[in-house]
């Protein structure tokens, strides 16, 4: 029927979710995992986050540049038309639109051999940086700027049609460009691809609470124990949060994908429609189905690996933190089956109630100290194919200090007054 998607064109969308999103982008006998970590770089002399190019003294390619000369990087010009560097073994350094600095790893065999390389890399980053007074501050969102000292920094056509789409809506898409940092997870399908997808979107608010690190924005304290995950919660509910995860994932996940709106084609009536609705009508096909699918910003988003967007940026010191609380349950098959049996309930509020109540909510509290434990069990399980004992045992000391006592990162930063 015109004006409708027709039923072969929703299986041929769906179809290819499954095969993209949904199955491994390489076939491998072991899995793998990767990361992306965030810093937000600031200028320590004027407590601004550094301009990534220009005439001031101190800017973030100034010292990338540094650090490209000793360790044999190459400059290049990302597909987005963003400068970034190549690191010569799969991994990136790259900037999001306010300016923060991202690597992005290469796929690495174990937990461990990719903590080498994240720990190389921020070595070597604060080599360069720090002569120059720069600081890579690792927390949800920049704590001291307000939104009005924080312009787009990377004027690329599709950051500013993105701008533009969030500026409808509220300014929440403004500070979550210009001004958050995160440390994302990308796992592998693994050997029970539909449990995962389920245990991972169920995980996500006890995630949120347990590296919560944001509890302050533009001077403020917020009230927040992270005030990043607030800022998602507002961003746009039809392209973030979990899946409820019943049925058919990839099913479920393309009718999430068709109900979103088209941010970077034309408005119909003075307003942004539904992807459906440009399909159906032929002003879209296969290039820009693919195209607005890297518009959508879930807490679990699949793309041929499961990438856990839920924590806030992680200080480099406790990166195997994260890595055995996702990799402990992902490939631990035991693990897995517990956790699915602990997480036994869909609750649409608990990301909201996560990020603002943290581990200081008895019940949520209850249940990350129960994933933490699963997962160093799980960790304990597949031993150094997955983290070292040295490495497991510093995510140990973080649960230890942090989660099994009811506490997170965020506990740590001195309450300031309240923002009004």
């Not at 210009?178 to 050997?191: E, K, M, N």
């Not at 049925?247 to 109900?259: E, K, R």
């Not at 480099?316 to 997480?343: K, V």
Request: glycine share 8%; net charge negative.
């Amino acid at each position: 029927m015109k004006g409708e998607l027709q039923r072969t064109q929703r299986a041929a969308l769906e179809s290819s979710l499954r095969e993209r999103a949904f199955r491994p982008l390489v076939p491998r006998d072991r899995p793998y995992i990767g990361a992306e970590a965030e810093f937000i770089p600031i200028d320590g002399e004027t407590g601004a986050v550094c301009p990534i190019d220009g005439d001031t003294p101190v800017t973030s390619l100034r010292f990338l540049r540094l650090a490209a000369q000793s360790n044999g990087w190459r400059e290049r010009v990302s597909a987005k038309g963003t400068p970034h560097f190549e690191l010569g073994d799969g991994g990136t350094l790259g900037f999001e639109p306010g300016g923060q600095l991202e690597y992005s790893s290469p796929a690495c065999a174990t937990g461990s051999e990719l903590l080498g390389r994240m720990r190389a890399v921020v070595a070597q980053l604060r080599q360069a940086a720090d002569p120059l007074g720069v600081e890579l501050v690792a927390v949800g969102i920049d704590p001291a700027t307000p939104l009005s000292d924080a312009p787009l920094r990377l004027l690329t056509p599709r950051y500013r049609r993105m701008a533009e789409y969030f500026a409808s809506i509220g300014p929440f898409g403004d500070r979550m460009m210009r001004q958050t940092a995160s440390l994302q997870v990308s796992l592998d399908l693994g050997i029970e691809t539909w449990r995962l997808w389920r245990v991972l979107n169920r995980m996500a608010p006890y995630v949120t609470a347990i590296f919560a690190n944001s509890p302050r924005y533009a001077g403020f304290h917020t009230g927040h124990a992270s005030y990043r995950a607030h800022c998602w919660r507002q961003l746009d509910p039809s392209r973030t949060g979990a899946r409820e995860a019943r049925g058919d994932a990839a099913a479920d996940y393309c009718d999430f994908a068709l109900a979103a709106p088209a941010m970077f084609l034309p408005q119909i009536d003075g307003a942004y429609t539904p992807m459906k609705a440009h399909l159906a009508a032929g002003t879209a096909g296969m290039a820009e189905w693919d195209d607005h699918l890297t518009t959508l910003f879930p807490e679990i988003r699949p793309r041929g690996t499961f990438e856990v967007r839920t924590c806030d940026a992680v200080a480099p010191e406790w990166f195997a933190a994260p890595l055995a609380l996702l990799g402990g349950i992902a490939y631990d098959r035991a693990a897995l089956r517990q956790a699915d049996e602990l997480l036994d309930g869909d609750e649409p509020a608990l990301l909201a109630r996560a990020g603002r109540a943290g581990l200081s909510d008895p019940a949520i509290a209850a249940i990350a100290r129960d994933l933490a434990v699963l997962a160093l069990d799980g960790c304990e399980s597949i031993g150094a194919s997955l983290l070292t004992a040295a490495d497991l045992g510093t995510a140990r000391e973080f649960f230890d200090r942090y989660t099994l006592a009811g506490r997170a990162p965020a506990d740590d930063l001195r309450p300031v007054p309240s923002l009004s």
